[in-house]
């Protein structure tokens, strides 16, 4: 029988427990950093965050405890009522942990000699950051930096957007973009930075053996692109071919070619394993 906090005979929290309470203020961006806390809802983000040791409380209701028994052995059973409160989801699926962040500095990311690095610079959607991340997760990224006036990449939807994404890469925050690609830069990385208005072709870059080095890959906004500031940083301007009728690719699709590309071309000159 699946084991949970509450002692025999007390009933399931409700949204208006105090610690339910205190959770849902981590819907705010001022409260999670305050607290360095955040929510992760739903069983695919719950497996990921228990799997990375970083579930502080982990909230469910009995049907979910009944379906997930993998997941829930120790959660503390709340009404769907106090669910609902929590998920910022139509539908939520019945679970909701408490989660410690995991952000790391730049410096220390970049100690660890990252071959790829995704930067999203001054992107404040949270699903296509959250796309994104997930998308850099997925081509081997080891690093995906949050840089200048960007969304944070805790804020729920981009938490969901990730799949777990949130979970697995060195994750960081720099308010100072250039002076992060520069960081970069210093490190050995060649910045590229992805626009459509790029003056070289991504294709011509791969096949003359330029995404074989060390590459951080610079992602603007949908809406407005990199900064200028920002263009000017990169080693690089690099556009998607578009070889079809389409006027472009939108944000998270450029960036899984982009990502990918790189991936492939490193992966052609990774070190052998001993």
């Known amino acids: 029988m699946t084991q949970h906090h509450q002692r025999p005979g ?9 610690r339910v ?34 579930v502080k409380e982990l909230f469910a209701t009995a049907d979910a405890a009944d379906k997930h028994p993998d997941l829930t052995r120790d959660a503390t059973l709340v009404t769907d009522g106090a669910i609902a409160a929590l998920a910022e989801t139509v539908a939520p ?20 000699q990252p071959r790829l690095v995704a930067v999203l610079a001054e992107i404040r959607d949270p699903g296509n950051a959250g796309t994104i991340l997930r998308t850099a997760d997925a081509a081997g990224a080891q690093a995906v930096v949050f840089a200048g006036d960007a969304v944070d ?20 925050r720099d ?28 294709d011509d870059l791969a096949d003359t053996g330029g995404l074989a080095r060390p590459t951080a890959w ?25 070889h079809g009728r389409a006027e472009s690719l939108n944000l998270a699709a450029a960036a899984a070619v982009c990502l ?15």
């Open 10 to 18: 007390v009933d399931p929290f409700t949204e208006r427990t105090p």
């Open 21 to 54: 309470i205190v959770a849902r203020r981590l819907q705010r961006r001022r409260d999670r950093d305050e607290t360095g806390l955040f929510l992760a809802e739903g069983p695919q983000a719950v497996r990921e965050a228990l799997a990375a040791h970083v």
């Open 93 to 112: 699926q019945g679970l909701v942990a408490v989660c410690h962040q995991q952000g790391v500095r730049l410096p220390d990311a970049l100690a660890k």
């Open 153 to 172: 990449p805790y804020n729920g939807k981009c938490v969901r957007a990730s799949a777990g994404s949130v979970f697995h890469t060195d994750l960081v």
């Open 175 to 202: 308010a100072d973009a250039a002076g992060a690609i520069q960081a970069m830069r210093d490190k050995g990385l060649t910045v590229l930075a992805a626009t459509g208005y790029g003056d070289t072709d991504l």
């Open 218 to 242: 610079l992602f603007g906004s949908e809406a407005h692109g990199l900064p200028d500031e920002l263009l000017a940083a990169a080693d690089r301007r690099v556009r998607v071919p578009l």
């Open 260 to 274: 990918y590309a790189s991936a492939r071309a490193l992966r052609r000159t990774a070190p052998a394993r001993p």
